[in-house]
Nanobody
């Protein structure tokens, strides 16, 4: 299974970015997979940012509620993370992840998001 993340970059505080992650190569239907975004800042543990279930239920870390929105396009096997009102503390490598119906986890390669103050 391959997860290809894109959309990271450098943005000023208060700006927006949209991350995308395309899922391919799975024998399972991507529609049945849970999808999520994690991030890892330098010197910190990887943390869950947002997740979306196969039926569209979402969950967010408290630190991003009201600013980030996770969504999925099942026709394109893609999950998105719309990030608004970005803060310097959002700077991290962002990873997309997928969980199959049998509980197998898959990870993308990560995309750097840098927010300047």
């Amino acid at each position: 299974v391959q997860l290809q993340a894109s959309g990271g970059g450098l943005v000023q505080a208060g700006g927006s970015l949209r991350l995308s992650c395309a899922v391919s190569g799975t024998i399972f239907s991507v529609n049945d997979m849970g999808l999520a975004w994690y991030r890892q800042a330098p010197g910190k543990q990887r943390e869950l940012v947002a997740g979306i279930t196969s039926d569209g239920r979402t969950d967010y870390a408290d630190s991003v509620k009201g600013r980030f929105t996770i969504s999925r396009d099942n026709a394109k096997n893609t999950v998105y993370l719309q990030m608004n009102s970005l803060k310097p503390e959002d700077t991290a490598v962002y990873y997309c992840a997928a969980r199959s119906i049998v509980g197998q986890d898959y990870w993308g390669q990560g995309t750097q998001v840098t927010v300047s103050s």
